[in-house]
């Protein structure tokens, strides 16, 4: 027998005695030992509120608020003006969006010139999709290419847009996805996150975090022992192992 088999063999007695050896734990005493966990209220109720407040469910945060007595920690009514800036990229507006963004903060745009230049950006795609052709190049030529001079990475996307003018089928053109809904989505997303930070506000919600770190904890954890895991997030049920 050759030594890689040899080592292949014995890696895998090494991993069978691994899963053979694994720690069981039993439901009861899984639930004993977070039942041991303690957490406050307080704090279940304020990452409710930060999941509300950041992403924008301003009528839901206005009940909770009154129902469970959790203070937000930004004015609710700044929130209706950050969706409506959101709604109006979600829509095409770009024009519409940009002018609320200043409303709110004229400093946003003044110091985050990525965000214009892709705000800038969406314009021009919300022109090409809408067959003004002219008027996009003109756009281009005057708006975005004087930026895209100074900023090599503006240029090149600049670049890719303007080729969605050199086809008449953009099913067949490789970055048909700029005019995709999920471009709009992208673009609205960097500016509810911009508009959060101003806000000295998280841009991101902190409960799809903490679930991103159940997984990796349960992950590590399965090489260890077999224990009732939470499966399906959706419904946060413990399921009993497979021994």
Known sequence: MSLFWIVIRRLAEIEERMATSKKVITRDEWEKRLNDVKIRKEDMNKLVMNFLVTEGYVEAAEKFRMESGTEPDIDLATISDRMAVKKAVQCGNVEDAIEKVNDLNPEILDTNPQLFFHLQQQRLIELIRNGKIEEALEFAQEELA?????????????ERTVSLLAFEDVSNCPVGELLDISQRLKTASEVNAAILTSQSHEKDPKLPSLLKMLIWAQNQLD?????????DLSKATLEDPAV
């Open 223 to 231: 090489e260890k022992a077999a224990y009732p895991r939470i499966n």
């Open 146 to 158: 004087p930026r895209g001079e100074e900023n090599q990475s503006f240029l090149e996307e600049l």
